[in-house]
């Protein structure tokens, strides 16, 4: 292989080829604004890039997700407020209708009026947030309950699935997010049936059974008491939510910030570097052009 007979020639073609790759690599950086645009950029940051963004894309992904539930969480919680003070209102209703102040008459509307509490509390059971529904468990595509006062009893069984939701902790930790109407309003443990134990008392409100109107009354407290663990249910779960989302906030921020530093440049150091390699590769061609210029003929005489 042929050699130059002036290696100062090689040595000043290697330089100038030096000075334009990273004249080459500044500009693309001010350009895209990103200091990693291919692998050759830096080999050994390109895995941990690409780790770092997979990363990202999980926690933004576990932001929606907990977003979505935190919605059904808040419309659960508020449908169970309400359950909870429509139930404080049989209540009500059953000891004023027990006291013998009443006639048959009048213990029939207050019978009425529970019939009336008892749909609406069939109606919170059939809850929809963003087209499911809440209570149906894992069939969220259908309601929970059929409802109807001239059926016997007026509520149908439960037409659900079990629910097996669950959330994800950024952690990897999973939590239940969801109970069903059939545990919360027909509950099997016995005494705690929410739709039974309104039934019953309005049925010896509208047969004015005062010996069954006072044994209907004995266990509407345990129910509440049920309906209210239910509530709690949630709130802990609205909880739970809100601080996997806030960890998921700071995980992705730390994320992000590390995804930046190692792909972003540092534009205005790119800049210096633009400008510093621009004015070497002129001053070089300036010095090369003033050289003394030589041939093969010079040296044969």
Same mark, same amino acid.
């Given at each position: ?43 050994d940051a390109v895995a941990r890039l690409l780790q770092t963004r997979t990363d990202v894309s999980r926690m933004e992904q576990t932001q929606t997700n907990l977003g ?41 509307? +207050? ?11 069939? @109606? ?12 149906? @468990? ?13 059926q016997n009893p007026p509520w149908s069984a439960y037409l659900g699935a079990p629910a097996t939701r669950e959330a994800m902790h950024p952690t990897g930790v999973t ?46 407290? @345990? ?43 540092? +534009?205005?150091?790119? +800049? ?30």
């Amino acid at each position: 292989m042929m050699r130059s007979i002036d290696g100062s020639a090689d040595r000043f073609l290697g330089s100038l080829r030096v000075i334009n790759a990273r004249l080459e690599r500044a500009e693309r950086r001010v350009a895209s604004g990103k200091r990693l645009t291919t692998a050759s950029d830096d080999p050994d940051a390109v895995a941990r890039l690409l780790q770092t963004r997979t990363d990202v894309s999980r926690m933004e992904q576990t932001q929606t997700n907990l977003g979505r539930l935190k919605t059904e969480a808040d419309g659960a919680e508020s449908a169970l407020q309400t359950a909870v003070k429509l139930f404080d209102r049989v209540r009500t209703l059953g000891m004023t209708g027990a006291s013998g102040i009443h006639t048959a008459l009048t213990r029939k509307g +207050i019978a009425d009026e529970i019939g009336s509490i008892m749909e609406r509390l069939a @109606g919170l059971a059939n809850t929809q947030v963003d087209g499911r529904f809440i209570f149906s @468990g894992d069939s969220d595509q259908g309601a929970a309950f059929d409802f109807d006062l001239a059926q016997n009893p007026p509520w149908s069984a439960y037409l659900g699935a079990p629910a097996t939701r669950e959330a994800m902790h950024p952690t990897g930790v999973t939590f239940p997010v969801a109970m069903t109407a059939g545990e919360i309003l027909t509950s099997a443990q016995p005494g705690l049936d929410v739709f039974q134990a309104a039934e019953n008392l309005r049925q010896a409100l509208l047969a004015n059974d005062e010996a069954g109107m006072k044994a209907a009354l004995e266990p509407l407290a @345990g129910v509440s008491a049920h309906l209210n663990s239910a509530l709690t249910f949630y709130g802990n779960v609205q909880s739970q939510l809100e601080e996997a989302t806030d960890t998921t906030a700071k995980l992705k921020t730390r994320l992000t910030t590390e995804k930046a530093q190692l792909e972003d440049a540092d +534009i205005a150091e790119e +800049i210096v570097e633009l400008q510093r390699m621009k004015f070497n590769q002129q001053a070089a061609l300036e010095v090369r052009s003033k050289l003394p210029q030589t041939s093969l003929f010079d040296y044969l005489g």
